[in-house]
């Protein structure tokens, strides 16, 4: 049973490219969450979906960040023009339920994330 | 605006003896509050969690206590073992929310032989 698989795990873009972070939820997990981490910080949350759905996108950026959970295939998180400024760790966590629930029965599952590198 | 809050960026203690890592919040919405454990180029691992009905938990080795009054919680580790160096990372979410959690920017633990 495989975990929450993310790719690439290191990710390497110039500035001004485009940046796509894949996540694959666990198998039965229908509730994808990304989380960005920027040196020497916690977790910040960025966005929760569900299947053909965003549900809370409020800590992504207004510009240049989106966020898709397509029927079939992984989560997308991308980022276009890239700058420097967002070079961290990017997080998923996937979850079978839904509310309150979630976070609390599971502490839902974490990805190993990817590391995205702007130079 | 940090509302979580690990102001000890790192411990260090002796193998077998006891680990208490320290975590404060200021969002009185708070009411579910959990501990996470990341080891290098990994994502976080859940550990232990803990409701604001209640004032502790325990599973193992491991024991979460809240102080509601105070907005503080506390994670014990005893005994602690070399295999428990890591940072942990305490994190909290609110009733009725899209179940985002809030971390605190997390403290290394180095336990040694």
């Given at each position: ?48 979906l569900q ?69 | ?5 690990q102001n ?15 975590c404060d ?89």
């Amino acid at each position: 049973n495989a975990g929450v698989m993310q790719n690439p795990r290191h990710l390497v873009r110039r500035r001004g490219q485009e940046a796509r972070l894949r996540c694959s939820p666990m198998k039965g997990h229908s509730h994808v969450y990304w989380y960005r981490q920027l040196p020497e910080e916690g977790l910040k949350f960025m966005v929760y979906l569900q299947k053909e759905n965003i549900i809370d996108e409020s800590g992504m950026p207004k510009e240049r960040f989106s966020a898709e959970f397509p029927k079939e295939g992984p989560s997308i998180l991308r980022i276009q023009q890239v700058v420097r400024g967002d070079s961290a760790a990017y997080f998923c966590a996937s979850s079978p339920l839904s509310g309150k629930q979630g976070a609390q029965n599971y502490g839902y599952t974490f990805g190993s994330g990817t590391r995205l590198t702007v130079v | 605006d940090q509302q979580v809050k690990q102001n000890s960026p790192s411990l260090s203690v002796q193998e077998g003896r006891i680990s208490i890592l320290n975590c404060d919040y200021t969002n009185s919405m708070f009411d579910y509050f959990l501990w996470y454990k990341k080891y290098p180029a990994e994502g976080p691992t859940f550990l232990i969690s803990i409701s604001s009905i209640k004032d502790k938990n325990e599973d193992g080795r491991f024991t979460v206590f809240l102080n509601k009054s105070a907005k503080h919680l506390s994670l014990h580790i005893v005994p602690s073992q070399p295999g428990d160096s890591a940072v942990y990372f305490c994190a909290a979410t609110t009733q009725g929310g899209s179940e985002k959690l809030v971390f605190g920017k997390g403290m290394k633990l180095t336990v040694n032989p």
